[in-house]
């Protein structure tokens, strides 16, 4: 079963990602950048749920230290953002994010899509 | 008055298929969970907000009302959605007087979000 940790500070958006994801992937979770990195150095999680707003370092904060550190630098990073604004996309793309899932949540099959997607760039690497 | 809140008084304040999605995806249990974490931080993330508002902090405002964005969308808290979104811009801006006053009817909208919540989870348990 492959690994997804969940990088959000929301306590209800943890429990709604957990509940979705659950039955099919092994969930780790962290509520801040900085024991995030420390988890993804210490784990390997096949994948990463990033929201972007988070106290303290921010979501694009985090992806640049995953990108510029040689062990994490592969990992699927999905951004989780509810700005939602025209034009997010290609500018969390062009960020250096793999994909892209806007909250709140409301088809579980658009948040599953972009995971299988992001997992199977992983396995064909 | 800002055109904006009498625009959004005239919209609906919620949005009943918000909770039969969350039902749906995790049956009452989760929508249970849902409503009780949501009206655990409401009071919190305003009271913050406040706090933000109070020290100048337009920064605090805007991720307290962002994340309040958040979390009122994803519970069809529409009104409290709405207003969340015109606040964290207000604040993102750094015009923190006219946040103020969002604010205000975020304080104001809390206790329907509760008793409408409350009722639904009540309506859950039968």
Redesign the interface.
């Known amino acids: 079963m492959s690994t997804i940790a969940v990088v959000e500070d929301n306590p209800d958006n943890r429990l709604l990602l957990h509940a979705l994801l659950d039955d099919a992937y092994d969930i780790v979770e962290f509520e801040n950048g900085v024991d995030a990195l420390a988890g993804l150095r210490a784990g390997r999680p096949d994948l990463v749920l990033l929201d972007i707003s988070l106290p303290g370092m921010d979501g694009n904060e985090i992806l640049a230290h995953i990108r510029g550190d040689s062990a994490l630098r592969s990992l699927p990073v999905i951004a989780l953002t509810a700005h939602a604004m025209i034009g997010d996309r290609e500018k969390y793309l062009a960020a250096g994010f793999d994909d892209y899932v806007t909250k709140p949540i409301v088809d579980e099959a658009i948040l599953i899509g972009a995971i299988e997607r992001g997992l199977g760039r992983r396995a064909g690497m | 008055m800002d055109p904006t809140l009498t625009m959004t008084s005239n919209e609906p304040g919620t949005d009943p298929e918000?909770l039969e999605?969350?039902r749906r995806?995790?049956g009452a249990k989760?929508l249970g969970?849902?409503i009780a974490?949501?009206l655990e931080?409401v009071p919190q993330r305003l009271a913050a907000a406040r706090r933000g508002l109070t020290g100048g902090d337009a920064h605090a405002v805007e991720?307290e009302l962002?994340?309040l964005?958040?979390?009122s969308?994803?519970?069809g808290a529409l009104r409290m959605h709405r207003l969340s979104l015109e606040g964290e811009t207000l604040a993102r801006a750094g015009t923190l007087d006219s946040a103020s006053e969002i604010l205000d009817a975020l304080e104001a909208e809390e206790p329907r979000v509760r008793a409408w919540l409350s009722a639904a989870c009540t309506a859950g348990d039968e």
């Open positions: 918000a999605r969350l995806f995790g989760l969970d849902m974490l949501f931080a991720h962002h994340a964005k958040s979390s969308a994803q519970l």
